[in-house]
């Protein structure tokens, strides 16, 4: 099995930055790719960006492509989300997830392992 803990969120004004970061423990060779999700109220969980874990590649969505950046530390099995230039529209609780299959997938379906989420409120 393999944890999932994420860690990072707050409340921040508008304009502002977070760093998230998740950490995996247990059976972290199965996973080979990690990948950040978000839910606001009322919403479906909706995806916010991937990393190989073995590879350098990145995904992200359109919706914060220019403004996250999602980084990773093998060494600390950390995987990191750098949020710069938050909006209201940003505020959700924020999952980070393995996935064993190859490839970055965008379908929180897709993805094994689930951390207990972070909460990250943007104020206007």
């Known amino acids: 099995q393999v944890q999932l803990v994420e860690s990072g969120g707050g409340l921040v004004q508008a304009g502002g930055s977070l760093r998230l970061s998740c950490v995996a423990s247990g059976r972290t060779l199965s996973i080979n790719a990690v990948g950040w999700f978000r839910q606001a109220p009322g919403k479906e969980r909706e995806f916010v960006a991937a990393i190989s874990w073995s590879a350098d590649r990145t995904y992200y969505a359109d919706a914060v492509k220019g403004r996250f950046t999602i980084s990773r530390d093998n060494a600390k099995n950390t995987v990191y989300l750098q949020m710069s230039s938050l909006t209201p529209e940003d505020t959700a609780v924020y999952y980070c997830?393995?996935?064993?299959?190859?490839?970055?997938?965008?379908?929180?379906?897709?993805?094994?392992?689930w951390g207990q989420g972070t909460q990250v409120t943007v104020s206007s």
């Open positions: 997830a393995g996935d064993k299959s190859y490839g970055i997938r965008t379908y929180y379906t897709a993805y094994d392992y």
